[in-house]
């Protein structure tokens, strides 16, 4: 008995610390702060060119509906880029090669134009996400969890200006050879000859595109805990829940059935008590003591029911009760 009780207590301690850290997990994810690595006086320019200098992987979010190629249609999505200063190249998410920034048959005063293929993570703001998460994260953490992308079109863009300024602009378009009637960039890099230092990247500023906060990095951590354990409860409550829900189906679905039946038959009792002049204790009263006396004087006997004769002396009592129910009606 005691090994038994002690296995109750660590299960139940197992339990209460899985719920607690489950509680925990639910409120960081509800309400972690949403530091923006972009100032408020950012054009687009500032972080996009800091984060790309620095070698790192610049991610954003444009709010530009787009289809799935499985046929889903997502409120916004997302792209990757990378910059590599030994070559001057760029990487972008999903495209097969890298592409120059500067290019090699570019004229002064003329343009080159080429399409490629991107693959985007997309997503919309709804879901697991709540009301007050910004664009940025929301799309990207709908993503972590349906995990839904897309083939987007995009053209590359090279040109060259006066002071031997190139400027190398990616656009994502809606159908090949058609750019986004918003005539706004997904990003764009300026470079003067091949000067490293003099390369300024620029991107839509907020509300147009946004790049997650520092905290995203924390809620993906936590979806990754939260989602499969809110999937395995979900597997393992489905049934009680449903079966429990059924019931309650039924027995309101009954109470509704027979409201209006309960209702005729007040109103039919109350009508005949009004005109009769009778209370309502006058009618229970006699009723529950015949009841009463039934069940008293019914026997089993060879497995049927036989009533049993009253003695005098009950009947006798009986009259007296009724005798006297009758003198306080009439007064």
């Avoid at 489950?22 to 309400?31: E, G, H, M, P, R």
């Avoid at 972009?38 to 620095?54: A, F, Q, R």
């Avoid at 999903?94 to 693959?119: K, N, W, Y």
Wanted: contains cysteine; hydrophobic residues 40%; charged residues 20%.
């Amino acid at each position: 008995m005691g090994g038994m009780w002690q296995l109750f207590q660590i299960a139940r301690r197992i339990f209460l610390l899985a719920l607690g850290g489950f509680i925990v997990l639910s409120l960081s994810w509800a309400f972690l702060p949403f530091p923006s690595g972009e100032s408020d006086g950012d054009d687009g320019t500032d972080y996009s060119t800091k984060v790309l200098l620095s070698g790192k992987t610049l991610t954003r979010v444009y709010e530009i509906p787009i289809a799935a190629d499985s046929g889903e249609h997502r409120q916004g999505f997302a792209l990757t880029y990378e910059l590599t200063v030994s070559n001057l190249t760029l990487s972008i998410s999903g495209c097969e090669r890298q592409l120059p920034i500067i290019h090699p048959a570019l004229l002064s005063g003329h343009e080159i134009t080429e399409e490629v293929d991107a693959v985007v993570r997309m997503g919309d703001q709804d879901g697991a996400n709540l009301p007050w998460f910004p664009l940025a994260d929301a799309i990207m953490l709908f993503w972590w969890i349906h995990r839904e992308r897309a083939t987007a079109p995009l053209v590359a863009e090279w040109s060259k200006g006066s002071d031997d300024l190139q400027k190398f602009t990616v656009w994502a378009v809606k159908e090949r050879g058609k750019r986004y009637n918003t005539g706004v960039d997904v990003l764009s890099l300026e470079i003067r000859g091949h000067d490293i230092s003099t390369i300024t990247a620029r991107v839509p500023p907020r509300p147009d595109s946004s790049s997650p906060s520092r905290t995203y990095p924390a809620r993906v951590a936590i979806i990754t805990i939260l989602a499969p354990t809110a999937v395995f409860l979900n597997d393992v409550l489905s049934v009680p829940v449903s079966a429990v829900m059924i019931i309650l189906y039924g027995v309101v679905n009954i109470v509704l059935n027979i409201t209006p039946y309960v209702l005729v038959l007040s109103v039919v009792a109350a009508a005949y008590l009004y005109y009769t002049g009778r209370r309502v204790q006058d009618v229970i009263i006699p009723v529950t003591r015949r009841l009463q006396t039934l069940k008293e004087g019914v026997t089993i006997t060879q497995g049927r029911w036989r009533p049993q004769r009253l003695s005098d002396t009950e009947k006798s009592v009986n009259q007296a009760q009724d005798g006297r129910l009758s003198q306080e009606r009439e007064q």
